[in-house]
């Protein structure tokens, strides 16, 4: 069973930046594509970027491409999402996935749905004003 904890979120002004980290327990680390998804007041929740066991290669939503970047730490079992240029409409409550790289003998490709993430995290806040 892997936990999954996120920090960084907070309240930033349009254009400013944020860091939020994830750092996972319980689990081998490197065994999990790790993902971000964040999730708007009435709305679905939403695929952000992902980040394959060695840290390539790396997925991004096109709302976030350019601005977003994930990163990870195997040997801290942590993974990043630094944002940039940050847009009211990135107000979201954030959550790190980790999906498992094989079930049984499959391995398992990339997924932007939330469906084929194994374990989440509780989420982080992040709100953008005008």
Known sequence: QVQLVESG???VQAGGSLRLSCAASGGTFSQYRMGWFRQAPGKEREFIAAINWSGQPTYYADSVKGRFTISRDNAKNTVSLQMNSLKPEDT???????QSLQSG?????????TRDYDYWGQ???VTVSS
């Not at 979201?92 to 980790?98: K, R, S």
């Not at 003998?105 to 749905?113: L, V």
């Open 92 to 98: 979201a409550n954030y959550f790190c996935a980790a």
């Open 105 to 113: 003998s499959t391995w398992r490709f990339f997924s932007r749905n």
């Open 9 to 11: 979120g907070g309240l």
């Open 123 to 125: 989420g982080t806040q």
